[in-house]
């Protein structure tokens, strides 16, 4: 999924996201940001978040967690909920697992996301049981909050299977403690979501912590309910995580990498502002299909960033989310047709071959 912080998803147009060469079908808006800007009465009178932004396909809210959560010392958490500064003005607000749903209900996206919270990599076992054992207290409270006000829209959510009405997915915390990732699992699936998700990786622990816990807990999630790995990452990432079970991801790599003139190509990672691309007439990436690869030099979109034309980030990101979601395509196919593993192989092999000067 393309991230969709503020309802669009940066330096793209949704027509691009919706051409065959990108064809992406879900994307993450972010609840938190929303909210706050340009706030949740504006949302309703245009009719929910799909009339409002102008997009048809399917859409994942984020809970705001892990926003306030990134905002540190700017905030407080109680058992109620958690209270912090607003990054637009200062004010005080308030987000719960109930404020949480209700902002989501509004919102409208296909799937919901269970208000939670995360706690750091680097946690100790001890504070990561007091933040696992909060998240699930929350996580009750969300699917009770989400069932309500599925019945005050006059939807009988909780009989009508997913695809009629919103989704709502619980998150499995624990941070990097593996007997904690393996109850929070348990209970969480116990509390029974339409889908669940693996978060708080990638929050300044160790990669290969990350992989553990991926490892660990992807195969025991539920086989017929889709699993989401949150926030996560790069295309080794990816493809990883997919080996061990993983369905799902969003990642703002692809948008704010490029951006900060950083293509992902089949061969890693490519910095355009190297003067060795100054000359350079072959594409970002020489097996890439998409439009910009099709059309543009990397001596011409160097030269774009350089000159600080603003259509060289909207280039660069145009091909990164290409390369992602072209990526995750082959992945499919190849789960198909059996040939995972082979594909897995020579991905990573092509991937770790490096760019030839
Ligand atoms: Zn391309």
Redesign the pocket.
């Known amino acids: 999924m393309p991230v969709g912080t503020a309802g669009t998803v940066k330096g793209i147009r949704f027509e691009e996201l919706e051409s065959p060469d990108l064809d992406a079908r879900i994307i993450l808006g972010n609840t938190y940001h929303l909210w706050l800007r340009p706030g949740i009465d504006v949302i309703k009178a245009a009719g929910g978040l799909h009339k409002f932004i102008g997009w048809d396909r399917a859409m994942l809210t984020d809970s705001g967690g892990f926003q306030v959560w990134s905002l540190g010392a700017l905030r407080k958490i109680t058992e109620e909920g958690t209270e912090f500064r607003s990054h637009v003005d200062g004010s005080l607000c308030f987000l719960s697992p109930e404020i949480s749903m209700e902002v989501q209900a509004v919102l409208g996206a296909e799937i919901a996301m269970a208000f939670d919270e995360c706690a750091p990599g680097e946690a100790t076992h001890e504070e990561a049981r007091r933040s696992m054992e909060l998240t699930l207290r929350w996580a009750r409270r969300s699917k009770e909050a989400f069932e309500k006000a599925g019945r005050d829209a006059g939807e009988p959510q909780a009989g009508m299977p997913a695809i009629q009405r919103q989704a709502l997915f619980g998150i499995i915390q624990g941070a990097s403690h593996l007997d904690l990732r393996r109850e929070s699992l348990e209970r969480t699936v116990e509390i029974d979501f339409d889908g669940y998700a693996i978060g708080g990786l990638s929050v300044g622990e160790e990669k290969h912590l990350m992989m553990e816990v991926i490892q660990e807990i992807a195969p025991r999630m539920p086989a017929d309910k889709p699993r989401y790995l949150m926030g996560v990452g790069t295309p080794e990432d990816l493809i990883e995580a997919v080996a061990r079970g993983v369905d799902m991801f969003d990642c703002v790599l692809p948008t704010r990498n490029g951006r900060n003139g950083q293509a992902f190509t089949s061969r890693g990672k490519l910095n355009i502002k190297n003067a060795r691309y100054t000359t350079d007439e072959k594409?970002?990436?020489e097996a890439?299909?998409?439009?910009?690869?099709?059309r543009h030099s990397r001596a011409f979109i160097r030269h774009l960033y350089q000159s600080g034309e603003m259509v060289a980030s909207i280039l660069l990101t145009?091909?990164n989310l290409?390369?992602f979601l072209d990526t995750m395509k082959r992945v499919r196919q190849a789960i198909r047709s059996d040939q995972f593993a082979n594909f897995r192989r020579e991905y990573t092999e092509q991937l770790n071959s490096g760019l030839e000067s």
């Open positions: 594409p970002l990436d890439c299909h998409c439009s910009v690869c099709r145009h091909h290409a390369f």
